[in-house]
């Protein structure tokens, strides 16, 4: 949902085929960034970004990598430069595929008010109704984390969104 945002925003279409991805190219304030939704299982992600991360202008340098997060609530986000998978599939393949955790990433925290009882079936779910507005509000503020990172590294934008 927010790598669509992004790209709504940079009036940038996400419709290109590569490495079993989506992308798409994006000015996000003076950066030319490219915005890839992987169209593998979330457990075999990893093998996506590692084949993008072979072409000569891209690096793990700059890879930042968004994720939905079940350990933090619902409205919440995190931006960490390195760490664990912390139980996330899509983490952990990513970790697996490119032999280190050392690469930007953005928690989203999807995490509702009552328990769920199956994570599986839940993740794959609509938010509910009530949900909408917090959805859109963490949606903007990730936005703005992500143009953070871009514009004054992962220190600054940790020191103001985490």
């Keep these: 949902m927010l790598v669509d945002r992004l790209g709504k925003e940079a009036d940038s ?27 593998t299982f979330m457990n075999l992600s990893g ?32 931006v960490r430069p390195k760490g664990s998978h912390g139980g996330h599939n899509g983490l952990r393949s990513i970790i697996e595929c490119l032999g280190t955790n050392d690469f930007i990433r953005l928690r989203i925290g999807i995490l509702p008010d009552h328990p769920v009882s199956n994570t599986r079936d839940f993740v794959l779910q609509n938010f509910a109704k009530g949900e909408t507005e917090t ?8 936005a703005k984390a992500v143009r953070a990172i871009l514009h004054d590294g992962t220190d600054r934008a940790m020191a103001e969104f985490n």
């Design 13 to 39: 279409q996400i419709k290109r085929n590569e490495c079993r991805s989506l992308v798409g190219r994006a000015l996000i304030g003076e950066h030319s960034t490219e915005l890839v939704k992987p169209q």
């Design 47 to 78: 093998e996506a970004v590692s084949c993008l991360l072979k072409k000569d202008d891209r690096s793990l340098e700059r890879l930042l990598v968004i994720s939905d997060d079940l350990a933090l609530p619902l409205g919440s986000i995190r």
């Design 135 to 142: 959805v859109e509000k963490v949606l903007e503020v990730s």
